[in-house]
């Protein structure tokens, strides 16, 4: 198994084979909270005029997302896993448009199949990558706003390579360098409307969730994360 670790949109772009689509602060991990708590559907697009337009169509769809990491006007939720945490979005369909996450979706042209990652679910990303057995897995870190580097994203994917090559990786030594780094807008008080403390803690709840979010396109050209249940 060869394993290729990619970065922001133009790693998308290059990502080829089974393909794991990393946002862990806080796109996928808001993503996993969201199926989690009963959503029927979850469409993941890049640009947010499409979002609206979705919307328009039919105002029964949950617009959430951000942009520069805060909720946008019209949108139901932003993109705060603790904002949603207690929110039953059972039969929901919800529209999911961020600044790094989504755009590595819809950017990965020449991916086989796509998965989405963070730590939340991360065990289940391995087990289903090795279920799958590829020849070739490419892990892309969408990084902040899909600019530049971010540490959660890198981290998360070395720790997914170290788990499939039986490599030791320290995770809690990755968490505390987290919460000085990359990690510490969430402890500034000035950011608790839109980016709260408790968003760290559940980004980086290792191994919550038992399933993986398979990304998949319509006839219609829109991608739908289909939940997949990995008994671990």
């Not at 949950?62 to 939720?77: T, V, Y």
């Not at 020849?135 to 990084?143: D, P, R």
């Not at 720790?159 to 969430?186: C, Q, T, V």
Request: aromatic fraction near 10%; hydrophobic fraction near 40%; charge should be neutral.
């Amino acid at each position: 198994m060869e394993i290729d670790i990619y970065h922001l949109i133009e790693g998308a772009r290059k990502a080829v084979g089974l393909t794991v689509v990393i946002d862990v602060f806080r796109a996928f991990s808001v993503a996993c909270y969201v199926s989690a708590n009963g959503a029927k559907d979850i469409i993941p697009v890049g640009d947010i005029e499409l979002a609206y337009k979705l919307k328009r169509e039919n105002p029964d769809l949950i617009l959430m997302g951000e942009r520069k990491g805060k909720i946008q006007p019209g949108f139901d939720f932003g993109n705060s896993p603790a904002h949603i945490e207690n929110v039953d979005f059972s039969g929901k369909t919800v529209v999911h448009t961020t600044s790094a996450g989504t755009q590595g979706i819809v950017n990965a042209v020449n991916a086989d199949e796509i998965i989405t990652g963070s730590f939340v679910n991360i065990y289940a990303v391995v087990d289903y990558i090795k279920m799958r057995k590829p020849q070739k897995v490419s892990l892309v870190c969408m990084g902040d706003r899909a600019l530049s580097h971010s540490d959660e994203d890198t981290f998360c994917a070395e720790y997914i390579r170290s788990l499939l090559l039986g490599i030791p990786y320290d995770i809690d030594e990755a968490k505390e360098k987290l919460k000085i780094g990359s990690g510490k807008r969430f402890f500034d008080i000035r950011n608790n409307d839109w980016s709260p403390e408790r968003d760290f803690y559940m980004c980086l709840d290792v191994g919550k969730f038992d399933f993986v979010l398979k990304a998949e396109k319509n006839t219609s050209g829109l991608f739908h994360l289909r939940k997949i249940k990995i008994n671990m």
